[in-house]
């Protein structure tokens, strides 16, 4: 593993790209479960449009969120996969080669899921045809397909023992990439699972955001965010079932059952369930989905362990990639992430955020016309710097 390093390095220490690969994993994985959790009840309420008008209201709601959600998760997705490439280079290509066809099938399969949801938010609507149904349950099934070969294949770079079996089988070398090698069913229940309370906690969120405008329908919001409470009370509950089976799962000589961080999820799933069962006085508002978002991130910590304990055995480490500094590239790579991601990222969730929260037209407050002049000027600078720093290298290069 150490050989199919890359000879070139790394331009900054190795800790760097892990704690990046760490912080965009739980950004990407939050957009998963928001979108798997708003499909999942854009379903279920599509076939209960008989019970009354709230559950077609949330479904056409929820098949919305799904739709922007899976766009959001596929974007935010790039960022963790690119840094998983930089540290762990050896594992995550050659387990890509050894399943080829389901690492391409990926892409296609998720091109048709995608598809057909956006079929069925077309069709959607007061009265659609129950048939429309069809292609939402074709685009969920399609969705954890996805999630179940993303799984493999970042499994089967944690046991890099067993390669040359799955490779050469009895000696006979198999170049067809066509098997998932390996799959841990209980962690891969535990992550698409936790799609469940996600949802529970964004209805709570949505129900307080849209609290404050008059064209609401009051008893509406109320439905949601006390539906959203019961589905995350035992969406959190039942999660415990598959995290305890995950826990007693790994390898036993790696220590991992041990460490204190794994069994901190066990409880902080234990508390939010017992908050969620709390009435819905005490359930509101943004604070039972930002705790949430604290227990992804746990989780994807608590996954960065499991694979150094994995590998590490076997001889590699991370700390020990050659580095070469580029002091340079890395000094645009972070003022582009807190100009570009910050402030022009900051306008854009700011103007949707308080323009949502206004019924009919939206008047820009003073803060966000002072972020739009802010994001004009840092685009600006950006640009400018990006091309003169290509300048500057090409004619470096060109005299050298």
Known sequence: MNAMRDPAGIPAPPFVFQALMVITWAFHIAFVHLSMGAAGLAIYAFHSRSRGAHWTRLSMAMTKVAKVGVSLLIVLGVAPLLFTQVIYDPQWYTSNVLSGRWALAFIF??????????????????HAKRRAGCYAWIALLLFCVDGLIMHALSYQALL???????????????TRGAA????????????????????????IAYA?????????????????????????????????????????????????ELLPLGWSIVGALAIMGAWMRLPGSSVQGYLPMTANFGIV???????EVIRMRYL?????????????PDAPSMLLFFLTLAGIGGVV???????????????GRYTAEP???YLARGALSVLGVWITAFLAYGVVISLRDSFN
């Open 208 to 256: 307080h955001y849209f609290s404050v405008r008059g064209d609401r329908d009051v008893r509406y919001l109320a439905f949601a965010r006390e539906l959203g409470r019961q589905i995350a009370q035992w969406g959190f509950l039942f999660s415990i079932v598959p995290m305890l089976a995950w826990q007693f799962d790994l390898p036993p000589a790696s220590g991992l």
């Open 109 to 126: 399969t998720l091109l048709v899921a995608y598809c057909s949801w956006y079929v069925f938010y077309a069709s959607n609507h007061e």
């Open 160 to 174: 890099p023992e067993k390669w040359m079996n799955w490779y050469a089988p009895g000696g006979v070398v198999d």
């Open 312 to 324: 590490k055995p076997l001889g590699y480490d991370i700390h020990s990639y050659t580095v070469h």
């Open 297 to 303: 991130s746990l989780l994807a910590v608590w996954r």
């Open 180 to 203: 998932l090698h390996a799959i841990e069913w209980a962690r891969y229940v535990l992550i698409m699972g936790l799609s469940v309370p996600a949802i529970g906690v964004f209805l």
């Open 367 to 369: 803060l966000v016309r």
């Open 345 to 359: 990222g900051g306008l854009y969730l700011t103007l949707l955020y308080r323009s949502g929260r206004v019924a």
